[in-house]
Structure formats: C-alpha cells, structure tokens
C-alpha cells in the first residue's frame, strides 16, 4: 500500500447580483444612491436647493458657483420677474438677469443655489460635482419656473457670467444689457453616489512552485463623467499583493453612460491558510476627460472573504 499526501486547492467562484457584497460606508447622501444620473432642477433637486442669501449668514462656501469676474466670484441665483423667476449671477447683494433687452439688477425675493447635503465630512459633497456641459446635454438644471431656463454660462469681457439660457443662447446680465451669447455651457448637476461594486471571481490555486495564490477579480459601476483609478488595496497582516491590473475599455466617455471596470487582484497569502477577513481597494474618483472633481478624494470599497483552508490534507490510498 501507498500512501500519497497532496495539499487541498480550493477553487470558489462567486458570482454576485449588483448590488453587493461590496459594503460601503453609510453617509448621509446614501439617500441619493440608485436616483437619477443628473439633477434636473424640477421633478428633482437632489440635495440642492434654493435659499435667500440672508439665511446663509454670510457663509457662501455652499453656493454653486457660476463663474468670475476677475478675483470675484460669480454665484448662480435666480430673482423672480415679470412671468416666473430667471437664473442669473449673484454679486454685490444683487441677482442680475437678462431680460429682453437690458440687464436687471434686482434685490427682491432673490435665491442662490446651494447645496444643503448634511454632512460632518465637507469633502463628501465633491460627491455631487458641479459640471459644465455643452447645450446638446440631457443633463442640464433648470433654474426657471416657467418656461424651460437651463442655468448657463459664457465668456464675456474677460469674465464668465452665469445665465439663463434661453433661445439656444445664454442670456447675461452686463453692462445693464441683456446680453445673448454663444457658445456657452449648461450647468449639470451629477449624482455623483451612483457606484455599485461586487465580487465577480475569486480564485485559489497552487503555482509550480507549489504556493498558493489567490485571484479576485472586482467589478465596479460609476456613472458618467466618473471613472476610478487605482490607489490601494489593503488586506489583512501577513498578505500581501503581488499584482494589480484594470480592464476599462467598457468605460465609454458620453453622457448618461455607466463606466463599467474590472479590477483584478492577484495576492499571496503567506503563512495564512485562509483568506478569511476585510479587505479595501481603494479609488481615485475622477471626470473621464479631466474637468472639475467627480467624487470624493479616494473612494473606498469594503470586502469580506471566507475561504475554507487551503493548507488542509488528504490521504489518497492505493493498492497495488
């Protein structure tokens, strides 16, 4: 009788429904998660709302900005006139808005946009990015109340002044005209949450040179304009990661588009017989295309694995 002894692999592979295994951090803003892709201003708002200047107490770090002349910051507002109210940039106290011909520098019943997300961290609200987008846009905001106003802006006399738009243009206020320009850009307020995660594969293998290794393979959604990058992946003590890839080429850069990419991560688990424990990658969430901030500095996505142990043995007996 021979006796044989082999080292036990186990080969597990998960498939999950989205969403996940992938747990998240819970904040205040999961209220938006599974909303739409952008914030339209009128059957939506998100966390954004329009609010008096005198509530804010001077305090406008809030207020979506619109642009700048010279050093000075140019708020969008909206004032009402004539038949509803009209976005426009807010400056030395004042809403001014284009209307017909002449500019309107009005004071009363004025609003500003702001953000209102609760929130003890300020740089969760980089989770909902301000973006600029060209007028063909689905994703505009609509500051009007009447007619259809898209919030815009455009370059004018060495500023950029927020509007309405109106006509295919962006009307602004300057110089007490109203002043219509093209080309210009619409104000596009991203739900920036939107990310889902979940474990695809995971793998356990011996290598020729009879050490296991460990292959997990991580699929992540965010939505247009965000795409990830990779920072880290931290893993219980005694792992450690022998390498890292990513597959974007389904991260397709257009409006209203998901940014679909798997993540493989190869890891040797040392003296470990099990995988089992927490597990973190770690993103960089930015605009596909560069542009202003898609998400928070670093985007983290929480693991547990279970695994059975893969340094067990067992006897196989032969007879001859």
Known sequence: MRE??????????????LPLAAQFPVHPYDAYRGGPVAFDGKTNM???AW???GQLGGNFSRVVVGGQEGSTPLYVC???????????????GRCNIGWGTSEHALTDNIQVLVNMLQTPNESLLLGFPQNWLGPETQLGFDGGTQDKLRVCRASYNNGLHPGKEWDNKCFIGWGGNAVPITPYQVLSLYNGVRLQAAITRQINSIGSDDKVRTTIELLTLVDYPGVLSHASFQMPQGFNLIRQSAD?????????????QRWTYEIDPGFNCRLNGD???????TCSGGGNPCGIGSQNVKLRLNSENFCSTTT?????
Request: with cysteine.
């Open 78 to 92: 909206r004032a009402p006139y004539v038949n509803g109210y009209h976005p426009g940039k807010y400056i030395g």
């Open 4 to 17: 044989h002894r082999f080292l036990l692999a186990i080969v597990s592979v998960l498939f999950l429904a």
């Open 46 to 48: 998100g966390p954004y």
């Open 316 to 320: 196989v007996t032969t007879t001859q």
């Open 51 to 53: 609010v008096s200047p």
């Open 248 to 260: 974007s080429s389904a991260c397709p850069n257009t409006p209203g588009s998901t940014c679909r």
């Open 279 to 285: 597990y973190m990658a770690v993103f960089n969430k």
